[in-house]
T-cell receptor, first 114, second 111 residues
Framework: EAGVAQSPRYKIIEKRQSVAFWCNPISGHATLYWYQQILGQGPKLLIQ????????DSQLPKDRFSAERLKGVDSTLKIQPAKLEDSAVYLCASSLGLANTEAFFGQGTRLTVV | SQQGEEDPQALSIQEGENATMNCSYKTSINNLQWYRQNSGRGLVHLIL?????REKHSGRLRVTLDTSKKSSSLLITASRAADTASYFCATDRGTGNQFYFGTGTSLTVIP
């Protein structure tokens, strides 16, 4: 079974530039998550989709971050404009969305803002 | 905000010894999960314990859950060098399968 695919693996941008990350979840997984993991910390949930609807985006900095999952499959996360403190690993995860099931994570995209 | 906190932040043991790490959380949960993260790699699910369960085993892993104290522990027996990684607890609360991660314990197993 193919896992969660993310691209790119690494990205370096200058502050105030924009960047986009792409995620392809495991086939059949209704729920998709984007997490931000700053070095030395645990992953922080940014946004959760159930199919193509948003379940929770309470921790998404909406003035600069946006995410979409148009057809209920792939998802993109965008940052515009980027700040130095956005340097982190951005993890995408998916799950069946049923009770008491685990999330499967991609390898992540390491973003460095200089 | 982070849901849980792991203790200790870092742990270093000899190969063959047991490793115990703890997780405390703040609100009611549906289940609690433990994940492992190797350097430069994504998170891998280890074990899930439901709120009505008190103990669960999987291979060399043993997880306990005390909902009255809002705490969980992960025991890795007979540790191996390959167990070197960061370990995170994640709590599933609310109605939407939302996973909130703790701060993590960094485990080093010395060969």
């Amino acid at each position: 079974e193919a896992g969660v695919a993310q691209s790119p693996r690494y990205k370096i941008i200058e502050k105030r530039q924009s960047v986009a990350f792409w995620c392809n979840p495991i086939s059949g997984h209704a729920t998709l998550y984007w997490y931000q993991q700053i070095l030395g910390q645990g992953p922080k949930l940014l946004i959760q989709f159930q199919n193509n609807g948003v379940v929770d985006d309470s921790q998404l900095p909406k003035d600069r971050f946006s995410a979409e999952r148009l057809k209920g499959v792939d998802s993109t996360l965008k940052i515009q404009p980027a700040k130095l403190e956005d340097s982190a690993v951005y993890l995408c995860a998916s799950s069946l969305g049923l009770a008491n099931t685990e999330a499967f994570f991609g390898q992540g995209t390491r973003l460095t803002v200089v | 905000s982070q849901q849980g906190e792991e203790d200790p932040q870092a742990l270093s043991i000899q190969e063959g010894e047991n490793a115990t790490m703890n997780c405390s959380y703040k609100t009611s949960i549906n289940n609690l999960q433990w994940y492992r993260q190797n350097s430069g790699r994504g998170l891998v699910h280890l074990i899930l314990i439901r709120s009505n369960e008190r103990e669960k085993h999987s291979g060399r892993l043993r997880v306990t859950l005390d909902t009255s104290k809002k705490s969980s522990s992960l025991l890795i027996t007979a540790s191996r060098a390959a167990d070197t990684a960061s370990y995170f607890c994640a709590t599933d609360r609310g109605t939407g399968n939302q996973f909130y991660f703790g701060t993590g314990t960094s485990l080093t197993v010395i060969p």
